[in-house]
């Protein structure tokens, strides 16, 4: 099994943003192309959960109310959010995702709120299991079809964006835990 922890420590997770901010704020003319625009983002519910996530997104002229995503993160899933299933309370098990990559194609279709979306798409990541106390931990991947509501802000106008939304997935297990 390949383990890609390395890939994403948490100087590479800051280097890697910087590197795609830069790229935007250094070179608007990819963001003001004549019918394609491609900008980069962050899903800012992550960095809470102490996780990162970098989004690469597109959209043209042609379809203007659909933008197009890619997005890597990764996440530590809140403990209260796995004791909330009833045998794991109290039990010390935690999970984070270590690194994902997902796809998704987001519709906005709300002229006067045009940073409101909801879309649909999937992810492939790999998480790591382990319980307090007890010495090994599990890893273990899953595929995720997903769907989303959330809102995509332009703070300094195009270019660079945040676009914290919710999503509800269905992980199938593509190796077991």
Request: glycine fraction near 8%; charge should be negative; charged fraction near 20%.
């Amino acid at each position: 099994m390949i383990r890609w922890g390395w890939l994403v420590d948490d100087m590479m997770k800051r280097n890697l943003v910087l590197a795609m901010f830069a790229l935007v704020l250094l070179d608007p003319a990819a963001a003001h192309a004549a019918e394609d625009r491609v900008s980069i983002g962050t899903d800012s519910i992550t960095w809470v959960v102490d996780g990162y996530s970098v989004i690469a997104s597109y959209e043209n002229d042609r379809q203007p109310k659909l933008r197009y995503h890619a997005e890597v993160f990764g996440i530590r899933v809140p403990d209260a959010y796995l004791d909330d299933y009833e045998p794991n309370t109290g039990e010390g098990w935690q999970r984070s995702i270590d690194w994902a990559a997902m796809l998704t194609v987001d519709h906005h279709p709300f002229e006067r709120l045009p940073g409101l979306h909801w879309g649909a798409g999937f992810n492939v990541q790999q998480s790591t299991l382990s319980r307090e106390g007890m010495t090994p931990t599990t890893t273990f991947e899953t595929f995720e079809p997903i769907v989303r509501l959330g809102y995509q802000w332009f703070p300094f106008g195009e270019g660079l964006f945040i676009s914290p939304y919710a999503a509800v997935g269905i992980p199938l297990h593509l190796s077991e835990p």
